[in-house]
């Protein structure tokens, strides 16, 4: 799959614009598509969401997991039913900056995406991943009250 900075919701053709290495459409709302990218992996949504809401304590704007291998985090940037949600591949963002009133996040092939969102609120969800994508990477997932659910 080539590389995806954000995916847009057009609530007019009810289809995502989906951004990165040039410009694509999916028919259908980001989290279909994004739901479609992860049982590719033998991964789901709900199992990500729930991972993220169990081992970050989080109830709202929950990020998912979309590729393991790769360590693929996608975050929204309001709430997932809004249609003026975008969701944010966070392994794409080189840096996030105030622009005024707006948040400016610059990803790492330099294009940039203005957001009317705060910047604090884009940062914590973008530490949000990475706190995530360190817990797995370095098995503290297996340390959890869940551990026992997870051994063989």
């Not at 995806?4 to 007019?12: A, G, Q, S, V």
């Not at 092939?109 to 990475?130: A, F, N």
Request: a positive charge; proline letters at 4%; hydrophobic letters at 40%.
């Amino acid at each position: 799959m080539c590389i995806i900075n954000h995916l847009r919701y057009d609530e007019r053709s009810k289809t995502t614009l989906i951004t990165g290495l040039g410009l694509s459409t999916y028919k259908g709302k980001p989290l279909d598509f994004l739901e479609r990218w992860a049982n590719t992996l033998g991964c789901g949504i709900m199992g990500s969401q729930s991972a993220f809401k169990r081992q970050l304590l989080i109830k709202q704007k929950i990020p998912v997991l979309i590729d393991p291998f790769k360590q693929i985090y996608f975050f929204p940037t309001l709430s997932p039913m809004n249609c003026e949600c975008i969701w944010i591949n966070a392994s794409e963002i080189k840096s996030i900056k105030s622009s005024g009133l707006n948040t400016e996040i610059i990803f790492r092939d330099q294009t940039s995406l203005v957001l009317s969102v705060g910047r604090r609120s884009i940062k914590k969800q973008w530490m949000r991943c990475q706190t995530m994508e360190q817990l797995i990477l370095h098995s503290k997932l297996l340390d959890s009250p869940y551990s026992s659910e997870l051994m063989i």
